[in-house]
């Protein structure tokens, strides 16, 4: 399959209504792709928690809107990076959203790990209980957003659930890129599964971003991998390959522990 990680440079003094015409004009330029990544939070921002009360929205919102129309016209799988979720209650959640080609939301994964440590999004999202897999005619894909790649338990249970291509989309800084790329193959190796990093570049609320959006397969090997600006990484990826490295080569036929 055809996969294209759209690593969008988040400009916040861009009017949000322009960034979303312009993701979505980016979207639909991906026809002939069979997936397509965005980022997290790439409209409200990622570190800009001052938006993200303001910018909350129903996973019916505009953002969903304009995303489900995108990926209809495109004909893609389309994982539409996160929103801020006005859930119940006056709940926030980092909530992801996965749309089938034909426009209709196939997955909605609310973040679990928040990031933070007590302040920022661990003190104003509210976290996520519930782990998310879609079937698609590509494999299976399990979801997971940003600070997650740092509980590898998390992606055994993911594992357990069928995962054979990771969906990671995040606003991952610059200072911590190194983990963000030992991570994202730490993850595809032990589990034996794809990869699909998807992070965002420039600069938000005074925190650069990392860029450096990554293929990785389930060996391990960095099949593609972005550079520190905006960018659409596109790469040609064999999901039959996670059964043929885990027939190869079954270590997660050893598993002990659970
Ligand atoms: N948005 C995030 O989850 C940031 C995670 C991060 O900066 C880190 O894990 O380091």
Same mark, same amino acid.
């Given at each position: 399959?055809? /996969?294209?990680?759209?690593?969008?440079? /988040?400009?916040?003094?861009?009017? !949000?209504?322009?960034?979303?015409?312009?993701?979505?004009?980016?979207? $639909?330029?991906?026809?002939?792709?069979?997936?397509?990544?965005?980022?997290?939070?790439?409209?409200?921002?990622?570190?800009?928690?001052?938006?993200?009360?303001?910018?909350?929205?129903?996973?019916?919102? @505009?953002?969903? *809107?304009?995303?489900?129309?995108?990926?209809?016209?495109?004909?893609?799988?389309?994982?539409?990076?996160?929103? /801020?979720?006005?859930?119940?209650?006056?709940?926030?959640?980092?909530?992801?959203?996965?749309?089938? @080609?034909?426009?209709?939301?196939?997955?909605?994964?609310?973040?679990?790990?928040?990031? %933070?440590?007590?302040? %920022?999004? #661990?003190?104003?999202?509210?976290?996520? +209980?519930?782990?998310? +897999?879609?079937?698609?005619?590509?494999?299976?894909?399990?979801?997971?957003?940003?600070?997650?790649?740092?509980?590898?338990?998390?992606?055994?249970?993911?594992?357990?659930?069928?995962?054979?291509?990771?969906?990671?989309?995040?606003?991952?800084?610059?200072?911590?890129?190194?983990?963000?790329?030992?991570?994202?193959?730490? $993850? #595809?190796?032990?589990? *034996?599964?794809? /990869?699909? !990093?998807?992070?965002?570049?420039?600069?938000? !609320?005074?925190?650069?971003? %990392?860029?450096?959006?990554?293929?990785?397969? =389930?060996?391990?090997?960095?099949?593609?991998?972005?550079?520190?600006?905006?960018?659409?990484?596109?790469?040609?990826?064999? &999901?039959?390959?996670?059964?043929? &490295?885990?027939?190869?080569? =079954?270590?997660?036929?050893?598993?002990?522990?659970?």
């Amino acid at each position: 399959m055809r /996969v294209s990680l759209i690593q969008l440079e /988040v400009d916040l003094a861009e009017p !949000a209504e322009r960034r979303l015409a312009e993701a979505a004009e980016q979207v $639909r330029a991906r026809t002939g792709d069979h997936l397509v990544v965005l980022p997290e939070l790439w409209l409200p921002g990622g570190w800009d928690y001052a938006r993200w009360d303001a910018d909350a929205e129903d996973l019916d919102g @505009p953002t969903a *809107q304009a995303m489900s129309a995108a990926a209809r016209d495109a004909g893609v799988w389309l994982h539409a990076g996160s929103i /801020v979720e006005r859930g119940p209650e006056g709940a926030h959640y980092n909530t992801s959203l996965l749309f089938g @080609p034909d426009g209709v939301r196939r997955a909605a994964y609310r973040k679990i790990h928040r990031f %933070g440590f007590d302040s %920022g999004e #661990a003190a104003l999202m509210d976290p996520g +209980t519930e782990l998310v +897999t879609c079937p698609t005619p590509y494999g299976t894909l399990g979801l997971a957003t940003c600070y997650d790649l740092r509980f590898p338990e998390m992606f055994r249970l993911l594992l357990d659930q069928g995962t054979e291509v990771l969906v990671i989309p995040a606003a991952w800084p610059a200072r911590r890129v190194e983990h963000w790329r030992l991570l994202a193959r730490a $993850r #595809a190796v032990e589990n *034996q599964v794809f /990869v699909l !990093a998807c992070n965002t570049a420039g600069t938000q !609320a005074d925190m650069p971003q %990392g860029g450096h959006s990554m293929v990785v397969d =389930p060996w391990g090997e960095i099949v593609a991998e972005a550079g520190a600006g905006g960018q659409v990484l596109t790469a040609e990826i064999d &999901t039959a390959l996670v059964a043929k &490295t885990r027939a190869d080569f =079954p270590v997660l036929k050893d598993r002990r522990l659970g």
